[in-house]
């Protein structure tokens, strides 16, 4: 079975930092670009960041430069985004998604449209609270 799973949410005060795993099984990652989503109550599901398949290309949504950093290590299949300085509006479910590198689209369109996806993950639930 093919899936994307998510782990290393949790409650954090605000100011603090975690680090989400995309972990994913039944295929290898190496071959798709990864992007990190997230979706808050009431809210749409938006970009966070998303990197290539070789690691070469990323993007950050404006909102979360400085702030987070999306890394793969292909070995372990597995994609992280460490998040820093974390604020009570960080708070969402975040999901994962693999974009299979074969794709016409770029990892900006795919983090801004979440066009091109091929899997998403169930989603991981971060709280920024104090």
């Given amino acids: 079975q093919l899936q994307l799973v998510e782990s290393g949410g949790g409650l954090v005060q605000p100011g603090g930092s975690l680090r989400l795993s995309c972990t994913a099984s039944g295929f290898t990652l190496d071959y798709?670009?990864?992007?990190w989503f997230r979706q808050a109550p009431g809210k749409e599901r938006e970009g966070v960041s998303c990197i290539s398949s070789s690691g070469g290309s990323t993007y950050y949504a404006d909102s979360m430069k400085g702030r987070f950093t999306i890394s793969r290590d292909n070995a372990k299949n597995t994609v992280y985004l460490q998040m820093n300085s974390?604020?009570?509006?960080d708070?969402?479910?975040?999901?994962?998604?693999?974009?299979h590198r074969g794709s016409?689209?770029?990892?900006?369109?795919?983090?801004?449209?979440?066009?091109?996806i091929?899997?998403?993950?169930?989603?991981?639930l971060v709280t920024v609270s104090s």
């Fill in 118 to 124: 091929d899997y998403w993950g169930k989603g991981t």
């Fill in 91 to 99: 708070t969402a479910v975040y999901y994962c998604a693999a974009m």
């Fill in 104 to 116: 016409s689209t770029t990892v900006q369109a795919m983090c801004i449209t979440q066009y091109g």
């Fill in 86 to 89: 974390l604020k009570p509006e």
């Fill in 32 to 35: 798709y670009a990864i992007g």
